[in-house]
């Protein structure tokens, strides 16, 4: 399931932009992204609705008991390179022009439903469905270090797609390493909260403020942001070696055994 999930996002990202340069001709390549993106979400959604997996990825699931303190890593990749960044640059946001449609450009308020509704919700619903959700489930019952390493790998290769849409070599080359090391952390905290919205809503506020940064806040944001991952990286490696020997997924467990009390269930 892993590679063809891997084949079918490579096919996406290859054949999806001509097919819609050809029916909508006048979008901009910010355009076309978004309707790329929102593609996506219908078929990660097509895809666990099909797949009957709703209850499975945990999307609406209550936090573990003691996964609380995990909501903590998911703030500190929030807050750490951001209250850095504010610290450091004397004029840290900008509106930047975007259009949608060729020689239009949108007002302020048009880029900021295209940035949080356009590209960031979509993004934060899909590939957490998808890697988080989807994929880290399918591979739990073969231990937990498997399946955070195929989410991981996953979820940064799926970044080269990004190439189909004219971003530049080296900044695809960035994101797609530094999702799949922060891909090792997330599926640590995923597995720790027992369920998917926080990361949900962690993803979506990472993927909102960034585009708003200026060039000048932006060079300091980065490396924070890759040390802060490296960090996280860290934490999750050790919380999966401590978890190495769970091997089946808990909904998988109270199948087996009917009469166990599933108060405690994650």
């Known amino acids: 399931m892993y590679v063809s999930i891997l084949a079918a996002m490579l096919v996406f990202g290859v054949v999806a932009r001509p097919i819609v340069e050809t029916l909508a001709p006048d979008l901009s390549v910010i355009g076309i992204r978004v309707v790329l993106n929102w593609v996506f979400v219908a078929l990660v959604v097509g895809l666990v609705s099909w797949l009957g997996w709703w209850r499975k990825v945990r999307l609406t699931a209550p936090i573990a008991s003691g996964g609380r303190r995990y909501l903590l890593v998911l703030a500190a990749l929030l807050v750490v390179p951001l209250g850095v960044t504010l610290a450091l640059t004397p004029a840290p946001f900008a509106v930047p022009e975007f259009t949608i449609l060729d020689g239009q450009t949108l007002s302020t308020a048009g880029v900021v439903v295209l940035v949080v509704v356009g590209f960031a919700l979509g993004a934060a619903v899909s590939e957490e469905l998808l890697y988080r959700g989807v994929v880290l489930r399918s591979f739990e019952s073969r231990g937990r270090i498997p399946a955070a390493l195929a989410a991981s790998v996953l979820f940064g290769a799926s970044h080269l797609s990004l190439l189909a849409v004219g971003v530049p070599l080296s900044e695809v080359l960035l994101v797609s390493v530094l999702s799949a090391v922060s891909g090792i952390g997330l599926a640590a905290v995923a597995f720790r909260l027992g369920t998917l919205w926080p990361l949900v809503g962690w993803h979506f506020l990472q993927n909102s403020f960034p585009a708003f940064l200026t060039p000048e806040a932006m ?48």
């Not at 860290?234 to 190495?244: A, V």
């Open 219 to 266: 060079a300091v944001f980065v490396p924070v942001n890759v040390a802060v991952v490296l960090g996280v990286a860290i934490l999750g490696t050790w919380l999966l070696w401590t978890d190495r020997n769970v091997r089946v997924a808990d909904d998988e467990m109270q199948a087996d055994t009917p009469t166990q009390p599933t108060g405690n269930r994650i």
